[in-house]
T-cell receptor
Framework: DTEVTQTPKHLVMGMTNKKSLKCEQH?????MYWYKQKAKKPPELMFV???????INESVPSRFSPECPNSSLLNLHLHALQPEDSALYLC????????????????FGPGTRLTVL | AQSVTQLDSQVPVFEEAPVELRCNYS??????LFWYVQYPNQGLQLLLK??????LVKGINGFEAEFNKSQTSFHLRKPSVHISDTAEYFC??????????FGSGTQLTVLP
C-alpha cells in the first residue's frame, strides 16, 4: 500500500478562521512533508518532519503551524490566513531508513484545495 | 545548490505519436533524478527515478528516461502517447539533502 491520504479534499475559510489539514500514511515511513502548490507551478516545500521531529522549516509564516502527533499522522494548523495562501496543499512521505537521504522516493497525497476568502 | 530546468512549458502532440519532455539539471554533488506526473486536481505520482547504475530507466505507463551526465540531462520519452497521458510532468532532483528541487513543469497535451 503506497497511499497517502489527506482530508479534507476542499476547504474554504475566512481570514479569521482556524482550521486544520490532516495527512495520514500507513507505509511505516518516518519522514513526512508539507508542500504548497499554486496553479501551474511546481510544489514548494514548507516543512519536513523526520522521526516526528521538525527538521526543515522553509521560512514559512507563523500562520501555518505543523504538528506530527505520531509517525503516521501529520497536521497543518491554519490561522489568520490571507487570500494569497489559497493553493493546493500536498502532503508526502518517504521511508527515511538511514541510507542516503536523496534516494528516498516521496509519495504524495491527493492534496487539499484551500480557498481563503 | 541544485536546480532543474524544464525547457518546454507546453508540449502538444497527436495521439500515438512519440514524445520527449526535456529536463536539464545542475548540481555540485551526486544527484538523484525523478520524474513525477500530476493529473488534474490530483497529487503527484512517481513515473520513474534514477539513483545509479544503468542510465536508461524504465518507468510506469510505458515511459522511460535516459540519464546523461555529460549533458546534465534526464529527458523523458514515450514511443506512443495516449489521450490519458495528458497531464503536467515535473522533473526533480535531490542530492545529499532531503529536499526535492522541482522544475517548472511541462504540460503534455495529447490531441486526438
Amino acid at each position: 500500500d503506497t497511499e497517502v491520504t489527506q482530508t479534507p479534499k476542499h476547504l474554504v475559510m475566512g481570514m479569521t478562521n482556524k482550521k486544520s489539514l490532516k495527512c495520514e500514511q500507513h507505509m511505516g515511513h518516518r519522514a513526512m512533508y508539507w508542500y504548497k502548490q499554486k496553479a501551474k507551478k511546481p510544489p514548494e516545500l514548507m516543512f519536513v518532519y523526520s522521526y516526528e521531529k521538525l527538521s526543515i522549516n522553509e521560512s514559512v509564516p507563523s500562520r501555518f503551524s505543523p504538528e506530527c502527533p505520531n509517525s503516521s499522522l501529520l497536521n497543518l494548523h491554519l490561522h489568520a490566513l490571507q487570500p494569497e495562501d489559497s493553493a493546493l496543499y500536498l502532503c508526502a512521505s518517504s521511508q527515511e531508513d538511514g541510507g542516503s537521504w536523496g534516494t528516498d522516493t516521496q509519495y504524495f497525497g491527493p492534496g487539499t484545495r484551500l480557498t481563503v476568502l | 545548490a541544485q536546480s532543474v530546468t524544464q525547457l518546454d512549458s507546453q508540449v502538444p502532440v497527436f495521439e500515438e505519436a512519440p514524445v520527449e519532455l526535456r529536463c536539464n539539471y545542475s548540481s555540485s554533488v551526486s544527484v538523484y533524478l525523478f520524474w513525477y506526473v500530476q493529473y488534474p486536481n490530483q497529487g503527484l505520482q512517481l513515473l520513474l527515478k534514477y539513483l545509479s547504475g544503468s542510465t536508461l530507466v524504465k518507468g510506469i505507463n510505458g515511459f522511460e528516461a535516459e540519464f546523461n551526465k555529460s549533458q546534465t540531462s534526464f529527458h523523458l520519452r514515450k514511443p506512443s502517447v495516449h489521450i490519458s497521458d495528458t497531464a503536467e510532468y515535473f522533473c526533480a532532483v535531490s542530492g545529499s539533502a532531503r529536499q526535492l528541487t522541482f522544475g517548472s513543469g511541462t504540460q503534455l497535451t495529447v490531441l486526438p
